[in-house]
């Protein structure tokens, strides 16, 4: 999508005051990727990513990463629902050991699993929640 591209289909989905709420952003991915429209975890998580100056909107340079953010988002989704066999839209010790070679790595060395895990586990509520997977995820892409 280019420049110019992201600037009309933002202000299309502007009110007129220069930036975007979740709402209007739902229906601007809607409107331009609906295969991304369903999938409300890579959503928030793009939002939030994409809000850098924190005032919970989004302004148009903000917007572009956005764009960028939700396909990886979306990516990042999929294998976490993979790993999240039970669908509580939480990960456990469990279901990481056994969904552990989806991320390309040996699952034989438990103890190192756990560490992994646990390191993952940021708030140590003993399941790894989808933002901190995408914290993970994103670490692991920029090594």
Excluded: W
């Amino acid at each position: 999508m280019s420049k110019q591209e992201i600037k009309e289909l933002f202000r299309k989905f502007d009110n007129g005051n220069g930036h975007l709420s979740l709402a209007e952003i739902d229906r601007a991915i809607l409107d331009f990727y609906p295969q991304f429209g369903t999938n409300r975890k890579a959503i928030l998580r793009a939002y939030k990513a994409a809000d850098t100056s924190g005032n919970g909107f989004v302004e148009l340079r903000e917007f572009e990463k956005i764009v960028q953010l939700l396909k990886q988002y979306n990516e990042i989704s999929k294998v976490f629902e993979e790993l999240d066999t039970n669908d509580d839209h939480r990960i456990s010790f469990q279901e990481f050991k056994k969904g552990f070679e989806l991320l390309g790595e040996d699952n034989s060395d438990e103890e190192g699993l756990k560490q992994e895990f646990d390191s993952i586990d940021s708030n140590d509520g003993n399941y790894i929640l989808f933002d901190e997977f995408c914290m993970y995820m994103a670490n692991r892409q920029m090594q």
